[in-house]
């Protein structure tokens, strides 16, 4: 079996910024992964569920706001799936849906139960894409835009890689877009010390700010895994970022 590599889109990135998801951010996607594939199996971990709803419904304001993000993650989640089904055919790419929380990453059964699955998609050439059930769990809504899920995923898959696609290069020492002293921290050797830099760098339709991704460097420390946090905005950043064609942060966990 190939190596496996785990790819984590958050909102952000789908979306550009804008509140709109991009097709052409999935279409750049989809020919990354096509070339990915001829050396690894490729896991996908993609926000954009609640993104996609907000294009086309409004819904009456819950007494608890999560319980609306989450009624608009189960009404996106599938029309998110067909973005993808439809941009990832014409590349003649198989997907596949897996909806998990960090509560089944953690308990025995459901662990091997999820490895088994996700197993066979890969050895039949289908590119499991995960989100949070966001329906049955919050974690990722509230903190993290799937960056903790995607470095638990890695570890549960013995992944060789996990890419992070972020809104900025990387981890910097400061939040860049208010200090322009900050620098990018391109090797991570000590994550305490990245620690003390960390700055709320929360976008608006993603959740995943610096703190969940040091979180996820956690997880994957000791595991052998190397992870890569990259700039999605950038055409063909996957590639780019494993030739070290462009500034990003890595750490080998
Ligand atoms: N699971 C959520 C989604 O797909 C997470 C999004 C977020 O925090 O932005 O929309």
Sequence with gaps: MKPIIVLKIGTSTLTGGTNNISRGKIEDISMQILDLKKDYNVIL?????????????????????LGLKSALSAIGQP??????MEIFADHGLQVAQCLL??????????????????????????IPIINENDTVAVEEIILG??????????????????????????????????NPDAKLIENVKSIEEVKTYIQDTESNLGSGGMESKINALEICQGKNIKVIIVNGSIQFFLR?????EIPHTRFIG
Excluded: C, W
């Design 145 to 178: 835009d799937n960056d903790k899920l995607s470095a638990m995923v890695a570890v549960l898959m013995n992944a060789k890689k996990l890419v992070i696609a972020s809104d900025i290069d990387g981890i910097f020492t400061g939040n860049p877009n208010i």
């Design 101 to 126: 929380t960090h509560f089944d990453l953690q308990g025995e059964e459901s662990r091997e139960n999820t490895k088994k699955t996700i197993t066979v998609l890969l050895n039949n050439d289908y």
């Design 240 to 244: 780019k970022a494993i030739k070290n």
């Design 79 to 84: 029309k998110l799936m067909q973005i993808y």
């Design 45 to 65: 971990v993609s926000s954009g569920a609640i993104a996609v709803a907000k294009q086309f419904v409004t819904l009456k304001a819950p007494e608890r706001p």
